[in-house]
C-alpha cells in the first residue's frame, strides 16, 4: 500500500470516531481534493508527492465542517457545481425529485416546456433540468443575496434564466403559462434546530433550512404561487422531510384547485416529495 492510501485509511478512521456518516468516502474525497487526482486514482501518487495539506483538510472534516465547502464542489446528477458558505449544499435525495420531474417534462406534449425552480439556492435543480430536457424553458429564483452569486457562477453560460427575489412574489408576469414548478423549499421545523446534523445546522443558511412551527409555512405559500404560475393541467413537484409524507399532500388538495396529489419516496424509501397536478386540463 503506498503512502496516501495508508493515510487515507488512518483519516476514515478518524472521521468515522467524529461520526461523520460517510468516513471513507469522505476521506478519498478530500485525498483526490488536495492531490488534484480522481478517487480512482489515489494509488497513482507517489510517495513522495504526498501533500500534508491532506491531515489540515481531514481536521476541518472531523470538525463536521461540509465536505463541499472543503472542496468548493458538489456533484447532483450530471453536474458539478461551486458551493460554500452562504448557499445550501445539495444533497443526494433530491436528485430522486430532479428525477421524477425530467421524466415528466419528457412525457408532456409540449415543444418547449417552461419550467420554475423555486428556492433554487446553487441552481442545482434548475441547471440539471435544462441540462436534461435540451429544449426547456427554465427559469430560477432565489432571494438570498450570497447564495444567488453561487447561482450566477453556476449557471454561467447556461440557458437558465436568474432571478432574484422572494419565491413566493415570483414572475408574475408568467402567471397561467408554466408547464411545470419544482422546489426544494426550508422544510424543518424550528423546533428540530437540536437534530440536524452539525453540516446543515451549523453551515447551511437558516433561510434554507427552516420553516416555521410545523417547517411547512414555506410549502403551504409555495402551493399558492404554484397554483398562480402554472398553467391549467400543470404540475408542482415539492421536495419535504421524510416525515412530512403524510401531511403535504394535504396542502396540494381539491378545494385548492388540485388534483392527483402524491407523495413519492426516495431511493432509501423514505417519504419526499409531493407531486399534484393543477385542475383544468
Known amino acids: 500500500m503506498n503512502l496516501l492510501l495508508a493515510e487515507v485509511a488512518q483519516a476514515t478512521l478518524r472521521l468515522a470516531d467524529a461520526g461523520v456518516p460517510s468516513p471513507r468516502f469522505d476521506a478519498e474525497e478530500l485525498a483526490a481534493y488536495v492531490h488534484g487526482v480522481k478517487r480512482g486514482e489515489l494509488h497513482t501518487v507517489a510517495d513522495g508527492d504526498f501533500d500534508a495539506r491532506f491531515w489540515e483538510a481531514v481536521a476541518r472534516r472531523e470538525a463536521r465542517e461540509p465536505l463541499q465547502h472543503i472542496t468548493g464542489r458538489a456533484f447532483f446528477r450530471y453536474l458539478e457545481l461551486e458551493v460554500g458558505p452562504g448557499v445550501f449544499v445539495p444533497r ?21 416546456p417552461l419550467v420554475v425552480d423555486l428556492c433554487t439556492g446553487s441552481g442545482a ?41 422572494d419565491a413566493l412574489a415570483a414572475l408574475p408576469h408568467l402567471n397561467g403559462t408554466v408547464d411545470l414548478v419544482i422546489s426544494n423549499p426550508p422544510y424543518i421545523p424550528l423546533e428540530e434546530w437540536e437534530n440536524v446534523a452539525p ?21 403551504r405559500g409555495l402551493s399558492r404561487t404554484a397554483y398562480r404560475l402554472l398553467r391549467p393541467g400543470g404540475l408542482v413537484v415539492v421536495e419535504h422531510a ?40
Open 92 to 112: 443526494p435525495e433530491t436528485e430522486v425529485v430532479v428525477g421524477w420531474a425530467i421524466e415528466a417534462l419528457r412525457a408532456m406534449d409540449v415543444a418547449e
Open 125 to 165: 435543480i434548475a441547471l440539471a433540468v435544462a441540462q436534461e430536457v435540451p429544449r426547456s424553458v427554465v427559469h430560477a429564483v432565489e432571494l438570498d443575496e450570497r447564495a444567488f452569486r453561487f447561482a450566477e457562477r453556476n449557471a454561467s453560460g447556461s440557458r437558465v434564466q436568474l432571478h432574484q427575489g
Open 199 to 219: 453540516e446543515a445546522r451549523d453551515h447551511d443558511p437558516e433561510m434554507a433550512l427552516f420553516s416555521g412551527p410545523d417547517g411547512l409555512d414555506v410549502i
Open 242 to 281: 421524510d416525515t412530512q409524507g403524510g401531511t403535504v399532500p394535504w396542502i396540494f388538495n381539491e378545494e385548492s384547485g388540485w388534483v392527483d396529489a402524491a407523495d413519492h419516496r426516495d431511493l432509501n424509501n423514505r417519504p419526499r416529495f409531493t407531486t399534484a397536478r393543477k385542475e383544468g386540463a
